[in-house]
């Protein structure tokens, strides 16, 4: 992998209170690039004192923002998403060399996010509360909205972009002030990119933080972060396990979090399913961004009958997929964020092998970039058989009746999303509402959403919803009622 184009290294700051500033100690970490194993960018490593600052100014500039007028506000998202379109070509080469983001996916993150952008501009005029019925005459009672103040976000590094924005912009529409804590994998494209976006917008100071932390070095960030009372709220996209370690941690003060985790997800290939349809969706589906999404599939579910026919020609394509230099538009797929990352996808790999499993395309690696590989006769005591592995790899296995389809697409402690691939929709919907997915597709893949659907899943893939939906989560529901009449009392 040596072959990549040797790039400068860049120098970033992060943002407090609206000026760009480095660590107090003027120290810096390197950011690496996951190719070419080069230095991408020096980042400040921060500790507790910049958070405690951050969280401060976010405090401060609280009140002034959550009361700024709809209009003024909606004008700031429409042209944050202006600001990140204009720059989308330098976008997509900073994904590339701090992610291993091949072009296909950094372009459609940003289409997304400026969507995202554009969707929550409209929130500030959408329905602040309902007016309630009272049973007491002369009490009219209203339920109105508020913001809660301070969120904190914790955005991950595989859908750096998009998902860095998701972390912030339902907070700031609902009229709260953020800190936001990159992954120290994707400093640049999950936080500062994010800062300079809402700061060229004209984001008043204190509104949008970015604080950035050497890798190992979160423990006194996040310490400031759920021990702070002035921190109202939290948002994080990540890991499972992370995320039940974070909720414990909110849930001990009594704080709310959103939670967006990993996924086990199924696809299930019916017998009157269109063939050539459902091994291109599957394709994409399972190898898209090298795997290292939380929708991608996980597994493929195939009816018997077509089993072998769907199983040539889906490791055919595998075997024709090369990752690469995601710098080079040619790749369609990159390499995976770290050594252990890839280390950690190998040894899924073996394990599975070693236990009876077949390799039916893939199963190499060079450096970071792992094979598309494509797995069958996977036994159930595999981990790789109901445990999430980010990266290229997919399980394919017959069925024989719906009931067994269901109970494997269902025999799996996570629950984000599924497909099911079938000429009759409706038998699509039918089983569909049997699978434990807070999302399923029928005749689509997995892989996929929008920045105005109820994105979230069920059981260990999190709780609450994207969308408008995270209004609900983001803002106080307060209870006024005004007596026309004087009122009588018992006492």
């Not at 970490?29 to 190719?35: A, G, H, S, T, V």
């Not at 994904?95 to 997304?112: K, Y």
């Not at 912009?169 to 976006?197: W, Y």
């Amino acid at each position: 992998m040596n072959n990549a184009i040797a790039v400068q290294t860049r120098q970033y700051c992060q943002l407090i209170a609206g000026e760009w500033v480095n660590a107090d100690d003027g120290d810096a970490f390197d950011d690496m690039n996951p190719y070419s194993g080069e230095v991408f960018a020096r980042i400040p490593a921060s500790g507790s004192a910049e958070v405690q600052r951050a969280v401060e100014a976010a405090h401060k500039a609280f009140p002034a923002w959550a009361a700024m007028g709809a209009r003024e506000r909606q004008a700031l998202f429409l042209k944050a998403a202006d600001i990140l379109e204009r720059r989308a070509d330098e976008v997509v080469l900073i994904m590339a060399q701090e992610t291993g983001t091949a072009t296909p996916f950094a372009r459609f993150q940003i289409q997304w996010a400026s969507g995202l952008l554009r969707q929550a501009a409209g929130y500030p005029y959408l329905p602040g509360g309902e007016i309630v019925q009272s049973d007491t005459p002369g009490v009219f009672a209203m339920a109105v909205r508020r913001p809660l103040g301070v969120v904190a976000g914790i955005s991950p590094w595989n859908g750096a972009l998009a998902l860095g924005f998701r972390t912030i912009v339902a907070p700031l529409a609902c009229g709260n002030t953020v800190v936001l804590k990159p992954s120290e994998e994707a400093p640049v494209s999950a936080g500062l990119l994010m800062g300079e976006i809402m700061t060229e917008a004209g984001f008043p100071a204190g509104v949008v933080n970015v604080v950035t932390h050497a890798p190992g070095a979160v423990g006194p960030i996040a310490d400031h972060l759920f021990e702070s009372r002035k921190v109202r709220a939290y948002n994080f996209t990540g890991s499972s396990a992370t995320g039940a370690l974070l909720a414990a941690r909110a849930g001990k003060h009594l704080k709310r979090i959103a939670l967006e985790l990993g996924g086990y997800n199924p696809m299930i290939v019916l017998k009157d399913a269109d063939l050539d349809y459902a091994v291109d969706t599957a394709v994409f589906a399972a190898f898209f961004h090298q795997g290292q999404i939380c929708m991608n599939t996980r597994k493929i579910l195939v009816e018997r009958s077509r089993y072998e026919d769907f199983l040539a020609r889906f490791a055919a394509r595998a075997h024709d997929i090369k990752p690469g230099d995601p710098s080079d538009p040619r790749n369609k797929i990159g390499p995976l964020i770290n050594d252990a990352a890839a280390r950690k996808v190998m040894q899924a790999i073996k394990q599975a092998v070693d236990k009876g499993a077949r390799i039916v395309a893939g199963g190499g690696s060079e450096g970071r970039c792992v094979e598309p590989t494509v797995l069958v006769d996977v036994p159930r005591d595999a981990p790789i058989h109901c445990e999430e592995v980010f990266g290229p790899v997919v399980i394919v296995q017959p069925f024989d009746t719906e009931q067994e389809a269901v109970d494997e697409a269902n025999g799996t402690d996570y629950g984000l999303t599924a497909s099911i691939m079938t000429a009759d929709v409706w038998q699509g919907i039918t089983l569909g509402g049997r699978i434990q997915a807070g999302m399923v597709n029928v005749n689509g893949p997995t892989m996929g959403g929008e920045p105005q659907i109820p994105f979230g899943g069920v059981k260990d893939s999190g709780w609450a919803r994207f969308g408008r939906w995270a209004i609900d989560t983001f803002s106080d529901l307060n209870l006024i009622t005004v007596s026309n009449d004087k009122r009588r009392y018992p006492l």
